[in-house]
Protein backbone atom coordinates (compact mmCIF):
# COMPACT_ATOMS: atom_id res chain seq x y z
CA UNK A 1 0.00 0.00 0.00
CA UNK A 2 2.90 2.43 1.05
CA UNK A 3 4.73 1.43 -2.27
CA UNK A 4 1.43 2.24 -4.57
CA UNK A 5 0.93 5.58 -2.33
CA UNK A 6 4.36 6.66 -3.25
CA UNK A 7 3.80 5.82 -6.79
CA UNK A 8 0.99 8.08 -7.00
CA UNK A 9 2.86 10.61 -5.76
CA UNK A 10 5.78 10.62 -7.97
CA UNK A 11 3.15 10.79 -10.77
CA UNK A 12 1.19 13.71 -9.04
CA UNK A 13 4.37 15.58 -8.78
CA UNK A 14 5.34 14.75 -12.49
CA UNK A 15 1.79 15.90 -13.93
CA UNK A 16 2.51 18.73 -11.61
CA UNK A 17 5.87 19.88 -12.91
CA UNK A 18 4.68 18.97 -16.37
CA UNK A 19 1.74 21.46 -16.34
CA UNK A 20 4.52 24.14 -14.44
CA UNK A 21 6.78 24.03 -17.48
CA UNK A 22 5.01 23.35 -20.37
CA UNK A 23 1.51 25.24 -20.40
CA UNK A 24 1.42 28.51 -22.17
CA UNK A 25 1.74 31.83 -20.02
CA UNK A 26 -1.25 33.90 -20.33
CA UNK A 27 0.54 37.62 -21.70
CA UNK A 28 1.52 40.13 -19.48
CA UNK A 29 -1.83 43.14 -19.29
CA UNK A 30 0.82 45.99 -19.70
CA UNK A 31 1.69 44.57 -23.11
CA UNK A 32 -1.17 43.31 -24.54
CA UNK A 33 -2.29 46.97 -23.84
CA UNK A 34 0.27 48.18 -25.97
CA UNK A 35 -0.54 45.81 -28.56
CA UNK A 36 -3.82 46.63 -28.60
CA UNK A 37 -3.06 50.15 -28.80
CA UNK A 38 -0.55 49.96 -31.31
CA UNK A 39 -3.05 48.28 -33.48
CA UNK A 40 -5.38 51.41 -33.11
CA UNK A 41 -2.11 53.55 -34.35
CA UNK A 42 -2.86 51.53 -38.34
CA UNK A 43 -4.85 50.84 -40.80
CA UNK A 44 -5.26 47.71 -42.50
CA UNK A 45 -5.38 48.57 -46.56
CA UNK A 46 -7.68 46.68 -48.77
CA UNK A 47 -5.75 47.58 -51.68
CA UNK A 48 -3.28 45.70 -50.36
CA UNK A 49 -4.78 42.18 -50.59
CA UNK A 50 -5.72 43.55 -54.48
CA UNK A 51 -2.52 44.44 -55.73
CA UNK A 52 -0.70 41.72 -57.90
CA UNK A 53 2.78 42.69 -56.74
CA UNK A 54 1.81 42.01 -53.00
CA UNK A 55 0.42 38.84 -54.49
CA UNK A 56 3.99 37.64 -55.57
CA UNK A 57 6.17 38.80 -52.41
CA UNK A 58 3.43 38.06 -49.99
CA UNK A 59 1.21 34.72 -51.08
CA UNK A 60 0.63 33.81 -47.42
CA UNK A 61 -0.63 37.58 -46.91
CA UNK A 62 -2.80 37.88 -43.56
CA UNK A 63 -4.50 40.96 -41.80
CA UNK A 64 -2.97 39.84 -38.70
CA UNK A 65 -4.29 41.97 -36.27
CA UNK A 66 -7.99 40.72 -36.86
CA UNK A 67 -6.92 38.13 -34.60
CA UNK A 68 -5.97 40.46 -31.98
CA UNK A 69 -9.36 40.76 -29.64
CA UNK A 70 -9.67 42.37 -26.00
CA UNK A 71 -9.72 39.64 -23.16
CA UNK A 72 -7.80 37.31 -25.09
CA UNK A 73 -4.67 36.47 -24.86
CA UNK A 74 -1.73 38.23 -26.82
CA UNK A 75 0.11 35.25 -26.87
CA UNK A 76 -2.38 33.57 -28.84
CA UNK A 77 -2.60 36.07 -31.47
CA UNK A 78 -1.85 36.00 -34.87
CA UNK A 79 1.96 37.33 -35.33
CA UNK A 80 2.89 37.45 -31.45
CA UNK A 81 5.77 35.29 -29.70
CA UNK A 82 5.77 34.98 -25.96
CA UNK A 83 9.07 33.28 -23.89
CA UNK A 84 7.42 29.98 -22.43
CA UNK A 85 8.23 30.95 -19.24
CA UNK A 86 8.14 34.45 -18.37
CA UNK A 87 5.34 35.37 -20.98
CA UNK A 88 6.38 38.04 -21.95
CA UNK A 89 6.06 39.23 -25.79
CA UNK A 90 9.43 38.22 -27.28
CA UNK A 91 8.44 38.13 -31.00
CA UNK A 92 6.41 40.24 -33.37
CA UNK A 93 5.96 39.62 -36.89
CA UNK A 94 3.41 42.13 -38.90
CA UNK A 95 4.58 41.18 -42.45
CA UNK A 96 2.45 41.51 -45.30
CA UNK A 97 -0.17 42.63 -42.98
CA UNK A 98 -1.51 45.25 -45.66
CA UNK A 99 -0.36 47.86 -42.61
CA UNK A 100 -0.64 51.23 -43.53
CA UNK A 101 0.08 54.92 -41.08
CA UNK A 102 3.09 56.52 -39.02
CA UNK A 103 4.62 54.90 -36.02
CA UNK A 104 5.63 58.18 -33.63
CA UNK A 105 7.96 58.06 -31.56
CA UNK A 106 5.89 57.89 -28.82
CA UNK A 107 4.07 54.71 -30.22
CA UNK A 108 3.16 52.12 -27.51
CA UNK A 109 4.90 49.30 -29.89
CA UNK A 110 8.31 50.71 -28.18
CA UNK A 111 6.35 49.59 -24.57
CA UNK A 112 7.23 45.83 -26.01
CA UNK A 113 11.02 45.96 -24.46
CA UNK A 114 11.54 41.92 -24.50
CA UNK A 115 11.13 41.76 -28.16
CA UNK A 116 13.95 39.71 -29.89
CA UNK A 117 12.76 39.68 -33.16
CA UNK A 118 10.46 42.15 -35.22
CA UNK A 119 9.37 42.17 -38.78
CA UNK A 120 7.26 45.19 -40.37
CA UNK A 121 8.36 44.14 -43.36
CA UNK A 122 6.19 44.67 -46.17
CA UNK A 123 3.75 47.40 -45.24
CA UNK A 124 3.84 50.70 -45.53
CA UNK A 125 4.39 53.83 -43.51
CA UNK A 126 3.84 56.83 -45.62
CA UNK A 127 7.46 58.08 -46.18
CA UNK A 128 7.83 58.55 -42.74
CA UNK A 129 10.80 58.73 -40.61
CA UNK A 130 12.51 56.31 -39.12
CA UNK A 131 11.60 56.45 -35.21
CA UNK A 132 14.68 56.85 -33.05
CA UNK A 133 13.21 54.40 -30.57
CA UNK A 134 13.48 51.37 -33.00
CA UNK A 135 17.37 51.55 -31.63
CA UNK A 136 16.94 52.60 -28.16
CA UNK A 137 13.53 51.23 -27.34
CA UNK A 138 14.74 47.52 -28.29
CA UNK A 139 17.91 46.49 -26.23
CA UNK A 140 17.21 43.07 -26.50
CA UNK A 141 16.32 43.27 -30.17
CA UNK A 142 18.65 40.13 -32.40
CA UNK A 143 16.65 40.23 -35.51
CA UNK A 144 15.27 43.66 -36.93
CA UNK A 145 13.33 43.65 -40.45
CA UNK A 146 11.83 46.70 -41.99
CA UNK A 147 12.45 46.17 -45.37
CA UNK A 148 9.75 47.67 -48.09
CA UNK A 149 8.14 49.44 -45.50
CA UNK A 150 8.67 53.31 -47.28
CA UNK A 151 10.82 54.88 -44.44
CA UNK A 152 12.75 57.74 -45.46
CA UNK A 153 15.39 60.29 -43.94
CA UNK A 154 18.13 59.82 -42.45
CA UNK A 155 18.74 56.39 -40.29
CA UNK A 156 18.85 57.54 -36.60
CA UNK A 157 22.23 57.05 -34.99
CA UNK A 158 20.75 55.32 -31.98
CA UNK A 159 20.42 52.01 -34.54
CA UNK A 160 23.68 51.08 -33.57
CA UNK A 161 22.67 50.59 -29.82
CA UNK A 162 21.17 47.08 -30.76
CA UNK A 163 24.63 45.93 -29.83
CA UNK A 164 22.67 42.51 -29.41
CA UNK A 165 21.76 42.09 -33.52
CA UNK A 166 22.24 38.87 -34.98
CA UNK A 167 20.17 40.09 -38.63
CA UNK A 168 19.39 43.25 -39.75
CA UNK A 169 16.93 44.10 -43.31
CA UNK A 170 16.02 47.91 -44.05
CA UNK A 171 16.70 46.94 -47.93
CA UNK A 172 14.04 48.37 -50.39
CA UNK A 173 13.45 51.54 -48.41
CA UNK A 174 14.54 54.07 -51.20
CA UNK A 175 14.25 57.15 -49.68
CA UNK A 176 16.48 55.99 -45.96
CA UNK A 177 20.00 57.84 -46.09
CA UNK A 178 23.02 56.56 -44.08
CA UNK A 179 25.69 58.23 -42.74
CA UNK A 180 29.14 57.23 -41.87
CA UNK A 181 29.02 57.86 -38.59
CA UNK A 182 26.30 55.74 -37.88
CA UNK A 183 27.58 52.65 -40.01
CA UNK A 184 30.67 52.56 -38.16
CA UNK A 185 28.81 52.59 -34.73
CA UNK A 186 26.69 49.81 -35.84
CA UNK A 187 29.48 47.63 -37.22
CA UNK A 188 31.60 48.71 -33.61
CA UNK A 189 28.84 47.66 -31.48
CA UNK A 190 26.81 44.37 -32.78
CA UNK A 191 29.89 42.13 -32.79
CA UNK A 192 27.65 39.62 -33.55
CA UNK A 193 25.48 40.96 -36.80
CA UNK A 194 25.68 38.10 -39.50
CA UNK A 195 23.07 39.39 -41.75
CA UNK A 196 23.12 42.78 -43.36
CA UNK A 197 20.45 43.92 -45.77
CA UNK A 198 20.45 47.18 -47.30
CA UNK A 199 19.48 46.87 -50.77
CA UNK A 200 18.53 50.28 -52.54
CA UNK A 201 19.11 52.67 -48.89
CA UNK A 202 21.53 55.41 -49.87
CA UNK A 203 25.19 55.18 -48.70
CA UNK A 204 26.61 57.08 -51.51
CA UNK A 205 27.94 59.96 -49.01
CA UNK A 206 30.02 57.43 -47.03
CA UNK A 207 33.61 57.86 -48.14
CA UNK A 208 35.44 54.06 -48.75
CA UNK A 209 32.57 52.38 -47.77
CA UNK A 210 33.99 49.17 -48.72
CA UNK A 211 37.02 48.95 -46.98
CA UNK A 212 34.81 50.04 -43.38
CA UNK A 213 32.99 47.33 -44.30
CA UNK A 214 35.86 44.65 -44.53
CA UNK A 215 37.77 46.01 -41.61
CA UNK A 216 34.93 46.58 -38.86
CA UNK A 217 32.47 43.97 -39.93
CA UNK A 218 32.25 40.85 -37.45
CA UNK A 219 34.10 37.38 -38.60
CA UNK A 220 30.94 35.86 -38.38
CA UNK A 221 28.80 38.15 -41.24
CA UNK A 222 26.85 35.30 -43.86
CA UNK A 223 24.98 37.86 -45.78
CA UNK A 224 25.86 41.13 -47.15
CA UNK A 225 23.21 42.69 -49.45
CA UNK A 226 24.22 45.88 -50.44
CA UNK A 227 23.44 46.73 -54.70
CA UNK A 228 21.76 49.95 -55.63
CA UNK A 229 23.39 52.09 -52.46
CA UNK A 230 25.77 53.89 -54.40
CA UNK A 231 28.67 52.25 -53.04
CA UNK A 232 32.38 53.28 -54.56
CA UNK A 233 35.63 52.36 -53.93
CA UNK A 234 38.05 49.29 -54.91
CA UNK A 235 36.21 46.18 -54.45
CA UNK A 236 39.29 43.50 -53.14
CA UNK A 237 39.84 39.98 -51.36
CA UNK A 238 39.01 41.27 -48.20
CA UNK A 239 35.53 41.39 -48.50
CA UNK A 240 35.39 37.95 -50.76
CA UNK A 241 37.37 36.22 -47.71
CA UNK A 242 35.49 36.73 -44.77
CA UNK A 243 35.51 33.52 -43.13
CA UNK A 244 32.07 32.72 -43.25
CA UNK A 245 30.36 34.71 -45.97
CA UNK A 246 27.91 32.49 -47.94
CA UNK A 247 26.48 35.35 -49.76
CA UNK A 248 27.70 38.91 -51.36
CA UNK A 249 25.45 41.49 -53.62
CA UNK A 250 26.81 44.94 -54.57
CA UNK A 251 24.98 44.71 -58.06
CA UNK A 252 24.11 48.31 -59.54
CA UNK A 253 26.75 49.85 -57.90
CA UNK A 254 28.48 51.43 -60.71
CA UNK A 255 31.67 53.01 -59.43
CA UNK A 256 32.71 49.87 -57.35
CA UNK A 257 36.04 48.86 -59.25
CA UNK A 258 36.67 44.87 -58.61
CA UNK A 259 40.46 44.19 -58.75
CA UNK A 260 40.56 40.78 -57.56
CA UNK A 261 43.90 39.21 -59.66
CA UNK A 262 44.49 36.91 -57.12
CA UNK A 263 42.34 35.20 -54.49
CA UNK A 264 43.78 33.92 -51.44
CA UNK A 265 41.07 32.24 -49.43
CA UNK A 266 41.25 28.45 -50.56
CA UNK A 267 38.51 28.20 -47.78
CA UNK A 268 35.60 30.28 -48.90
CA UNK A 269 32.52 29.49 -48.03
CA UNK A 270 30.79 32.11 -51.06
CA UNK A 271 28.17 30.58 -52.57
CA UNK A 272 26.08 34.14 -54.03
CA UNK A 273 28.02 36.23 -55.73
CA UNK A 274 26.19 39.41 -57.46
CA UNK A 275 28.34 42.20 -59.09
CA UNK A 276 26.18 43.11 -61.73
CA UNK A 277 26.70 46.62 -62.88
CA UNK A 278 30.22 47.14 -60.85
CA UNK A 279 33.27 47.77 -62.93
CA UNK A 280 36.19 45.37 -63.64
CA UNK A 281 39.63 46.23 -63.72
CA UNK A 282 40.98 44.91 -67.12
CA UNK A 283 37.34 44.46 -68.48
CA UNK A 284 37.44 40.89 -68.13
CA UNK A 285 35.88 38.10 -65.86
CA UNK A 286 38.55 37.53 -63.26
CA UNK A 287 40.20 34.13 -63.37
CA UNK A 288 40.48 34.35 -59.86
CA UNK A 289 36.60 34.06 -59.28
CA UNK A 290 37.60 29.75 -60.14
CA UNK A 291 39.06 29.49 -56.79
CA UNK A 292 35.65 30.31 -55.28
CA UNK A 293 34.05 26.33 -55.49
CA UNK A 294 31.19 26.74 -53.64
CA UNK A 295 29.39 29.52 -55.91
CA UNK A 296 25.77 28.36 -56.38
CA UNK A 297 24.88 31.91 -58.17
CA UNK A 298 27.18 34.36 -60.00
CA UNK A 299 25.45 37.39 -61.83
CA UNK A 300 28.34 39.92 -63.70
CA UNK A 301 25.32 41.49 -65.85
CA UNK A 302 26.15 44.90 -67.63
CA UNK A 303 29.79 45.17 -66.18
CA UNK A 304 31.46 46.36 -69.13
CA UNK A 305 33.03 43.15 -69.71
CA UNK A 306 34.97 41.81 -73.10
CA UNK A 307 37.37 39.07 -73.91
CA UNK A 308 36.34 35.46 -73.61
CA UNK A 309 34.77 33.12 -71.02
CA UNK A 310 37.55 31.69 -68.89
CA UNK A 311 37.48 27.88 -69.47
CA UNK A 312 38.40 27.64 -65.28
CA UNK A 313 34.64 28.81 -64.86
CA UNK A 314 34.38 24.79 -64.96
CA UNK A 315 35.80 24.91 -61.83
CA UNK A 316 32.46 26.00 -60.42
CA UNK A 317 30.86 22.62 -60.14
CA UNK A 318 28.43 23.52 -57.73
CA UNK A 319 27.36 26.39 -59.97
CA UNK A 320 23.24 26.44 -60.60
CA UNK A 321 22.67 30.27 -61.80
CA UNK A 322 25.29 31.84 -64.20
CA UNK A 323 24.37 35.03 -65.84
CA UNK A 324 27.16 36.84 -68.14
CA UNK A 325 24.53 38.90 -70.02
CA UNK A 326 24.73 42.41 -71.46
CA UNK A 327 28.05 42.26 -72.37
CA UNK A 328 30.80 42.33 -74.83
CA UNK A 329 31.74 39.28 -74.20
CA UNK A 330 33.19 37.70 -77.47
CA UNK A 331 34.71 34.01 -78.62
CA UNK A 332 32.86 31.01 -79.18
CA UNK A 333 30.31 29.44 -76.95
CA UNK A 334 32.88 27.66 -74.01
CA UNK A 335 32.74 23.89 -74.43
CA UNK A 336 33.79 24.51 -70.58
CA UNK A 337 30.26 25.16 -69.76
CA UNK A 338 29.18 21.73 -70.19
CA UNK A 339 31.23 20.72 -66.68
CA UNK A 340 28.54 22.81 -64.60
CA UNK A 341 26.45 20.02 -64.61
CA UNK A 342 24.47 21.53 -61.78
CA UNK A 343 23.12 24.47 -64.15
CA UNK A 344 19.47 25.90 -64.33
CA UNK A 345 20.03 28.82 -66.16
CA UNK A 346 22.42 30.31 -68.00
CA UNK A 347 22.27 33.96 -69.39
CA UNK A 348 24.83 34.68 -72.25
CA UNK A 349 21.84 37.25 -74.08
CA UNK A 350 23.26 40.33 -75.45
CA UNK A 351 27.32 39.45 -76.18
CA UNK A 352 29.47 39.37 -78.91
CA UNK A 353 29.73 36.14 -79.05
CA UNK A 354 29.79 33.65 -82.27
CA UNK A 355 31.02 30.75 -84.12
CA UNK A 356 28.76 27.46 -83.85
CA UNK A 357 26.42 27.32 -80.97
CA UNK A 358 27.67 24.12 -79.52
CA UNK A 359 24.49 22.99 -77.66
CA UNK A 360 25.61 19.82 -77.14
CA UNK A 361 28.18 20.87 -75.34
CA UNK A 362 25.45 20.88 -72.46
CA UNK A 363 24.35 16.99 -72.82
CA UNK A 364 25.20 16.17 -69.30
CA UNK A 365 23.54 19.75 -68.10
CA UNK A 366 20.54 18.33 -67.88
CA UNK A 367 18.76 20.32 -64.72
CA UNK A 368 19.08 23.32 -67.36
CA UNK A 369 15.55 25.25 -67.34
CA UNK A 370 16.39 28.42 -68.60
CA UNK A 371 18.87 29.42 -71.79
CA UNK A 372 18.97 32.37 -72.98
CA UNK A 373 21.64 33.01 -75.95
CA UNK A 374 19.82 35.66 -77.76
CA UNK A 375 21.70 38.80 -79.30
CA UNK A 376 24.84 37.17 -80.30
CA UNK A 377 26.64 36.37 -83.54
CA UNK A 378 26.28 32.59 -83.24
CA UNK A 379 25.71 31.20 -87.19
CA UNK A 380 25.31 27.81 -88.51
CA UNK A 381 23.15 25.22 -87.82
CA UNK A 382 21.26 24.11 -84.78
CA UNK A 383 21.89 20.89 -83.75
CA UNK A 384 20.02 17.76 -85.50
CA UNK A 385 19.64 16.12 -82.43
CA UNK A 386 20.40 16.91 -78.68
CA UNK A 387 20.07 15.41 -75.15
CA UNK A 388 19.76 16.79 -71.77
CA UNK A 389 17.07 19.17 -72.54
CA UNK A 390 14.41 17.71 -70.68
CA UNK A 391 13.51 20.30 -68.26
CA UNK A 392 13.93 23.05 -70.14
CA UNK A 393 11.23 25.79 -70.10
CA UNK A 394 12.54 28.92 -71.91
CA UNK A 395 14.81 28.55 -75.06
CA UNK A 396 15.76 31.42 -76.42
CA UNK A 397 18.33 32.34 -79.76
CA UNK A 398 16.25 35.16 -81.29
CA UNK A 399 18.57 37.60 -82.79
CA UNK A 400 21.83 35.63 -84.15
CA UNK A 401 22.59 34.35 -87.28
CA UNK A 402 21.68 30.94 -87.38
CA UNK A 403 20.77 29.35 -90.46
CA UNK A 404 19.00 25.79 -92.32
CA UNK A 405 16.30 24.30 -90.95
CA UNK A 406 14.65 24.54 -86.92
CA UNK A 407 15.17 20.65 -86.20
CA UNK A 408 12.24 18.92 -84.69
CA UNK A 409 13.83 18.41 -81.25
CA UNK A 410 12.70 22.75 -80.72
CA UNK A 411 8.69 21.47 -80.93
CA UNK A 412 9.09 18.52 -78.61
CA UNK A 413 10.64 19.32 -75.82
CA UNK A 414 8.44 18.14 -72.98
CA UNK A 415 8.70 20.91 -70.46
CA UNK A 416 8.92 24.08 -72.88
CA UNK A 417 6.96 27.14 -72.62
CA UNK A 418 8.78 29.78 -74.12
CA UNK A 419 11.06 29.68 -77.31
CA UNK A 420 12.33 32.45 -79.23
CA UNK A 421 14.72 31.94 -82.56
CA UNK A 422 13.10 35.05 -84.55
CA UNK A 423 15.49 37.36 -86.04
CA UNK A 424 17.98 34.69 -87.71
CA UNK A 425 18.30 32.89 -90.97
CA UNK A 426 16.26 29.97 -90.79
CA UNK A 427 14.67 28.32 -93.91
CA UNK A 428 12.38 25.65 -94.09
CA UNK A 429 9.12 24.27 -92.28
CA UNK A 430 8.06 24.58 -88.62
CA UNK A 431 6.96 21.36 -87.14
CA UNK A 432 4.03 20.71 -85.31
CA UNK A 433 4.71 20.92 -81.35
CA UNK A 434 3.93 17.81 -79.49
CA UNK A 435 3.67 19.78 -76.53
CA UNK A 436 1.49 22.45 -77.64
CA UNK A 437 -0.82 22.52 -74.39
CA UNK A 438 2.06 23.92 -72.79
CA UNK A 439 3.89 26.09 -75.37
CA UNK A 440 2.54 29.78 -74.27
CA UNK A 441 4.65 31.79 -76.36
CA UNK A 442 6.64 31.06 -79.79
CA UNK A 443 7.92 33.58 -82.10
CA UNK A 444 9.77 31.96 -85.13
CA UNK A 445 10.03 35.44 -87.31
CA UNK A 446 13.22 34.93 -89.33
CA UNK A 447 14.77 37.09 -92.78
CA UNK A 448 14.03 33.91 -94.71
CA UNK A 449 10.78 32.04 -95.61
CA UNK A 450 9.47 30.09 -92.77
CA UNK A 451 5.91 27.89 -93.44
CA UNK A 452 3.57 26.69 -90.55
CA UNK A 453 3.10 22.97 -91.07
CA UNK A 454 1.39 20.89 -88.03
CA UNK A 455 -1.33 21.94 -85.99
CA UNK A 456 -0.42 24.81 -83.47
CA UNK A 457 -3.63 25.66 -80.60
CA UNK A 458 -3.68 28.82 -81.34
CA UNK A 459 -5.55 29.42 -78.34
CA UNK A 460 -2.08 28.53 -76.32
CA UNK A 461 0.48 29.10 -78.87
CA UNK A 462 1.10 32.60 -80.53
CA UNK A 463 3.28 31.93 -83.37
CA UNK A 464 5.01 34.81 -85.42
CA UNK A 465 6.02 33.84 -89.19
Keep these: MLVLLRVVLCVHMLLLFHFACFSSPLCHPEESSALLHFKTELITSTAFYEDNFYAVICPHRFPKMRTWDNGTDCCSWMGVTCHSLSGHVIGLDLSCSGLEGNIHPNSTLFHLTHLHTLSLAYNSFYGSELPSQFGSGFKSLTHLNLSHCNFQGDIPPQISHLSKLQSLDLSLNYG ?63 ILCLPNLHELNLGGNENIQVYVPKLNCSTSLLSVLDLSGCQFTGSQIPSSFSNLTHLTSLALSFSGLNGSIPSLLSNLH ?14 QFPNALGQLTKLQTLSLQHNSLGGKLLLSSLANVTQISRLDCSHNKFQGSLPNKTTGFSNLTELLLNDNLLNETIPSWCFSLPLLTTLDLSNNQFTGHISAFSNSAYVTAVHSRSQARIKEEGCVRPSTTNVKT
Design 176 to 238: LNWKETTLKSLLRNATTLHEIVLDDTNMSTISSPLSLIANMSSSLVTTLSLPNTGLRGDLTSH
Design 318 to 331: HLIHLNLSYNTISG
